[in-house]
């Protein structure tokens, strides 16, 4: 009998432990990148004559994103055909299908583009590299690159070397390839390796079509100014700033009708002089007004008192660029409607603000009235913005207070001689308290004049200040907040931030943030002394 029970129990046991041994716990996670184990032809060989390279790894890998990771320097006129594509294997195959040049070093930089089939290791710009010379190729030159602006990183970046040899043209960058390539080793840094001796071109492009050319209705261009030698310059770090020109002034599609009486013409380039005059027969009531759009490139042509069916008119720049026909078809006018931009509160340093969506032609005070909280009359002063969309109305604010404006039926009055309807709007103001004040001095400023921004923490500037000498910049009645500081070399005096241009030489003005954030706080003075580094 115990000799049963113990046969019972020992089945027992041996189910139970087989119930709970389920399924092995895996092993660590495999880190490791891809390691190559040979190359056919050698890596690094001379004398280089064959139209097929095959590169083996350790284990099965992947190749992602090739095309836009794949950087072959000097580029090649036809695109060598490579795989694996989409199929794990131990091997890379390149099938070239280009003549290679005599005596030079070719370079194929894979980028990220390399992963373990497992885990999505990354060999790290892995590259392969040959001569059809005697030697290879040795040099190198480097540097860093941001966006010229915000001075953020860009994303796969190519840097560019062009031979400047006595051939050399400016236009080359639009039309020929370049002699030697390069990448970004990190966010920031980038190089060009295995190139040799000479004068060259240092070029960098956002280079969107990944054909190697500049395009500059796509792409960002950076340059150095004047030409670099190598080896003397291997050594040097060159700084690139990516920026977009402004294109050549240009209509590129025809005007269009929106509405009755309102036609949009869209433009690229400057629009400085850019004017449109109707040449159809016209009665002598006939009235147009221009705006141009803050937003888009887009001039908005208001007209009125005009019943045809198409109107002809000139677009001129200084001169006549072109005569159009529009067809009118619609038959209704845009409506007006005026909303106030203020919502519950008004900031001490904002201003008062209506937005229009027809062009404001008038404004009648005696139907406008500002009360404060006791029912007394404010006074105000009214301002159409430039752009004829924003009726603004400047007052001297009380802290904590509470206003109501009224404006009864035709206080406003647009193009077309419609008037508004009755608004009502109640808001209200803060206490100086609730507010923060900066009172702010920059150090080692290398030029004046400057332009001052005052940013949140999203990078929208929320106050903007010109100095020509150094001075303190108050910020006064500012919201509790972070905030950073950006300052513009505004070279040309103009009061704004310039880009660049390639072809007239131009970079763009220099940019600089301050490193500090500002933690301003309600009722609280911040004295900031800030140094240029």
């Not at 796969?156 to 051939?167: G, K, R, V």
């Not at 400085?272 to 040449?279: A, E, K, L, Q």
């Not at 924003?390 to 404006?407: A, T």
């Not at 419609?418 to 920059?442: G, H, M, R, W």
Request: charged share 25%.
């Amino acid at each position: 009998m115990s000799y049963r029970i113990t046969i019972i129990l020992f089945l027992l046991l041996l189910h139970l432990s087989c119930a709970r041994r389920g399924r092995p716990e895996g092993g660590p996670r495999d880190e490791d990148k891809p390691v190559l184990v040979k190359t056919d032809p050698e890596f690094k060989s001379i004398h280089f004559d064959a139209d097929e390279i095959k590169i083996y790894f350790d284990e099965y890998i992947k190749l992602k994103d090739l095309s836009s990771q794949l950087i072959i320097s000097p580029p090649l006129k036809y695109p060598p055909v490579i795989s694996p594509q989409g199929t794990p294997s131990k091997k890379i195959t390149i099938k070239i299908k280009d003549t290679l040049q005599e005596n030079t070093t070719y370079t194929f930089n894979f980028g990220q583009s390399i992963i373990d089939n497992t885990e999505g290791n990354v060999l790290d710009n892995f590259k392969y590299i040959f001569s059809t010379g005697d030697f290879i190729d040795s040099l190198q030159v480097k540097g860093t690159i941001k966006d010229a602006f915000d001075l953020e990183m860009i994303e796969n970046p190519t840097i560019m070397l062009y031979a400047a040899d006595s051939i050399f043209k400016d236009s080359v960058i639009y039309n020929e390839k370049p002699m030697y390539v390069g990448s970004t080793l990190d966010s920031v840094n980038w190089n060009i390796t295995n190139i040799k001796a000479g004068k060259y071109l240092l070029l960098a492009l956002n280079d969107n079509s990944k054909n190697y050319k500049f395009n500059p209705k796509e792409d960002k261009i950076a340059f150095h100014t004047g030409f670099i030698e190598v080896p003397v310059d291997s050594t040097t770090s060159f700084e690139m700033k990516l920026f977009n020109e402004i294109l050549p002034f240009k209509i590129p599609s025809r005007p269009k009708e929106i509405s009755k009486g309102h036609i949009i013409i869209g433009y690229e380039g400057k629009a400085n002089d850019f004017n449109v005059h109707t040449i159809s027969e016209k009665p002598s009531d006939y009235k147009t007004i221009s705006v141009f759009d803050v937003k888009k490139d887009t001039l908005h042509y208001w007209f009125k008192n005009y019943d045809k069916d198409s109107i002809l008119l000139s677009l001129n720049k200084q001169i006549a660029l072109d005569t159009v026909r529009v067809r009118l078809k619609s038959k209704e006018i845009d409506s007006m409607e005026v909303k106030s931009v203020v919502s519950g509160t008004l900031h001490l340093r904002d201003t008062l603000k209506l937005t229009s969506t027809t062009p404001i032609i008038k404004v009648d005070t005696s139907r406008i009235q500002l009360l404060n909280k006791d029912s007394v009359k404010v006074k105000y002063n009214t301002i159409i913005s430039k752009s004829k969309d924003e009726l603004l109305l400047d007052f001297e604010k009380e802290e904590s207070h509470k206003y109501s404006l009224e404006m009864l039926p035709g206080a406003i009055t647009d193009f077309f001689n419609i008037e508004s309807d009755t608004i009502q709007v109640n808001f209200s103001t803060k206490k100086s308290t609730d507010y923060s004040a900066i009172f702010l001095t920059l150090n080692n400023i290398k030029s004046y004049p400057i332009i001052i921004d005052l940013m949140n923490e999203r990078g929208e500037v929320i106050v903007q200040k010109y100095a020509e000498d150094p001075q303190e910049y108050k910020y006064i009645n500012i919201p509790p907040s972070r905030y950073k500081i950006r300052i513009i070399y505004d070279v040309n005096k103009n009061k704004k931030w310039d880009t660049g241009n390639y072809l007239l030489q131009q970079q763009p003005e220099e940019v600089y943030y301050f490193k500090k954030v500002m933690t301003a706080k309600a009722n609280w003075e911040l004295i900031e002394p800030m140094t240029v580094e």
